[in-house]
Nanobody, 115 residues
C-alpha cells in the first residue's frame, strides 16, 4: 500500500508562482511513474505533468514552459513548480503514483489563480 500526501495549494495572482509537493510512504517500490493531474469545475481530470522511473518527463501542452516536475528520491517526494500561473490553471491538483497497473492518488489540493 502507498500513501500520498500533498502540500497545500493556495490562492495566487495571475503571473505568480506556486510549488506543490507530494510525499509518498509505504511500499514505494517498482514505481513506474509519478506526477500530477488536475480537475477544474465541470471539466475532466487531465494530466499536467509526469516523470518516469527513468527520469523522463512529459507535460500537458497548456503548461509547457511554465511548469516543471522534479523529484527527490531520497525523500520519496515529487514537486510541481508552477510559474506564470494563469486563471485557467485554477483546479484541484492530484498527485499520483503508478506502480505496475495500479495507481495511487493524493487527497487533492486546490490551486486558485485570480486575474
Amino acid at each position: 500500500q502507498v500513501h500520498l500526501v500533498e502540500s497545500a495549494g493556495g490562492l495566487v495572482q495571475a503571473g505568480g508562482s506556486l510549488r506543490l509537493s507530494c510525499a509518498a510512504s509505504g511500499s514505494t517500490f517498482s514505481i513506474n511513474s509519478r506526477g500530477w493531474y488536475r480537475q477544474a469545475p465541470g471539466k475532466q481530470r487531465e494530466l499536467v505533468a509526469g516523470i518516469s522511473s527513468g527520469g523522463n518527463t512529459n507535460y500537458a501542452d497548456s503548461v509547457k514552459g511554465r511548469f516543471t516536475i522534479s523529484r527527490d528520491n531520497g525523500k520519496n517526494t515529487v514537486y510541481l513548480q508552477m510559474n506564470s500561473l494563469k486563471p485557467e490553471d485554477t483546479a484541484v491538483y492530484y498527485c499520483y503514483l503508478q506502480q505496475g497497473l495500479r495507481y495511487y492518488w493524493g487527497q487533492g489540493t486546490q490551486v486558485t489563480v485570480s486575474s
